[in-house]
């Protein structure tokens, strides 16, 4: 049976990787995509609505805190609004992995967008159908 040192030794080494898996792991995820988070809620607040279609969804292998969220690249068709003329434009997103079917190719999707950058956000809170 092994001494009292190869325990301590044992159970330390675990409690090391749980700090790191809880403080380096979101540290990575957030500086990846906290920009991204930041433009995409700026948008949310000030782009013009306007309904998209969904053409192309990739994983981007990136996840949010507790892994359920996964962050989606997808293509979009954008239709015209008052301020903007039909355009095509990508936009990364993360959701949750139970609401993958309201975001598959061929559904559409609320989104807000920025007439002269062509930045587009997806509104999550409200898929389209």
Not at 47 to 65: F, K, N, S, W
Request: glycine share 12%.
């Amino acid at each position: 049976m092994p001494g009292t040192g190869f325990w301590v030794a044992f159970v330390g080494v675990w409690v090391i990787g749980l700090i790191l898996l809880f403080t380096v792991s979101p540290i990575g995820i957030f500086g990846k995509y906290g920009k991204l988070s930041r433009e995409r809620k700026d948008l949310m607040q000030h782009g013009i609505p306007a309904q998209a279609e969904i053409l192309a969804v990739t994983d981007t292998g990136g996840r949010v805190a507790s892994g359920l969220d996964h962050i989606l690249k997808f293509r979009l068709r954008v239709d015209a609004t008052a301020g903007t003329q039909a355009f095509e434009g990508d936009a990364v997103a993360p959701i949750p992995v139970i609401r993958f079917p309201e975001f598959a190719v061929g559904h559409r999707a609320n989104v807000k967008v920025n007439p002269h950058t062509r930045a587009i956000a997806i509104d999550i809170g409200s898929a389209g159908r």
